[in-house]
């Protein structure tokens, strides 16, 4: 018999059983449906990702204080004076308070407090909704003015204009001069949307919160960054006596070791779905079994008629491999459609569908049920003539 004869028979046999070949199929489906969404939500969180990180250049340095005390302290005047170099473009220095009491009328809720100066924001590629963001007078004379992100004040006031109300950031009243535009997820470690921006050295007094420990700077281009990095790296290397007193990562870095962290989680789920497939297999091998005991007879026959050993072999061999391509195909199916569909259910978890990988794992389907489906047509091909004939 060919192989499309041998197909015929295999799908005929399949549907005189439907809700068992279900059954049957259910493992493949499972694995191979989770294997498209995960690996979906995988690579379209490294766009995102990827997204984020060029929303904010490539030319941005984040310098971050390890140690305590004077020997690792950063002094916010000398800092800035390394903007007369070249290679360095802008310098935002910060000071993050997190989960302060904000409070305006009877409303009072937690969110981070910023302390910075007037670079951040276009270091952050954000934007001014209304009123002003920090600014040099702020800065010398300590004023008590706050920025509000998009989500706070929304939170707060609603449709209505914030500017010039006073609110209690905890026990201090700062009067409120700015709203940024909404800026969606940010990846770095502080959202515009939800904090609250203050003058750094007011943050320091007010606050009492220490010493400078995250710095952003910014080079004039992508290819000076590296002579960026070297440069700044010099400088806290002689301030602090010491290379360890610090970390530098530059954007590629960061991105890097997010996209490598978020593809080691959805590889090891990945490799959890493919526990289905095989566990699938095993089903696909136990119902085979059932379905040699019970064709026994038709073996018989099959062989006493003149059908060689490898005939018996390849039918029950392409019938494995159908119900694992049959489930394969609706696993494939599936899968597609909730990575399509996740998005709506989470719009904060964007997919990206990738032909490959379903390919793929269709094709380690049918490989499953080829590998598993062996032993029972094996099994069936060895079946004596005369002891089939014999079978009730």
Do not use: H
């Amino acid at each position: 018999m060919n192989p499309i004869e041998l197909v015929s028979m295999a799908l005929r046999t399949i549907a005189s059983s439907p809700m068992r070949t279900l059954l049957t199929m259910l493992g493949v489906i499972i694995g191979v449906s989770s294997v498209i969404t995960l690996v979906s939500i995988g690579q379209g969180t490294s766009a995102q990702i990827e997204k984020q990180y060029e929303s904010l250049g490539t030319n941005l340095l984040v310098v971050n204080v390890l140690g305590n005390g004077r020997a690792t302290q950063l002094d916010y005047n000398d800092l800035m004076q390394l903007e007369q170099l070249p290679e360095i473009n802008s310098i935002a220095p910060t000071m993050v308070k997190s989960g302060s009491n904000i409070k305006y009328d009877r409303r009072q809720e937690k969110y981070t407090v910023v302390g910075t100066n007037d670079r951040y924001l276009p270091l952050m590629k954000g934007e001014l909704s209304a009123g002003r963001f920090v600014i040099d007078a702020d800065m010398e004379f300590r004023n008590p003015v706050a920025i509000f992100g998009s989500t706070v004040a929304k939170d707060y006031f609603g449709s209505l204009d914030p500017i010039g109300e006073d609110i209690n950031i905890d026990g201090i009243v700062f009067t409120i001069v700015g709203v940024l535009k909404e800026k969606g997820s940010s990846i770095s470690g502080v959202s515009l949307d939800n904090s609250v921006f203050v003058p750094l050295e007011t943050a320091r007094r007010a606050f009492k919160l220490g010493n400078i420990r995250t710095t952003y700077l910014e080079a004039p281009t992508k290819d000076q960054l590296s002579m960026t990095q070297s440069t700044i790296t010099q400088y806290l290397t002689y301030k602090f006596k010491s290379s360890s007193g610090f970390q530098i990562m530059n954007q590629d870095e960061l991105m890097k070791a997010r996209v490598e962290a978020a593809s080691t989680l959805t590889n090891q789920l990945i490799a959890v779905a493919c526990i289905s497939l095989l566990v699938g297999g095993i089903g696909i091998m136990n119902i085979m079994l059932v379905t040699v005991s019970e064709r026994t007879r038709e073996i018989g026959i099959r062989k006493s008629i003149g059908a060689k050993r490898r005939n018996i072999l390849m039918q029950f061999l392409i019938e494995a491999t159908v119900i694992s391509g049959l489930g394969g195909i609706i696993g494939l199916l599936l899968g597609s459609g909730l990575s399509l569909a996740w998005p709506m259910i989470n719009p904060k978890q964007p997919t990206q569908l990738s032909l490959e990988v379903g390919l793929y794992a269709f094709l380690f389907s049918v490989g499953v049920g080829m590998i598993f489906g062996l032993y029972p047509a094996n099994k069936a091909s060895k079946l004596r003539p005369i002891d089939a004939l014999r079978s009730d």
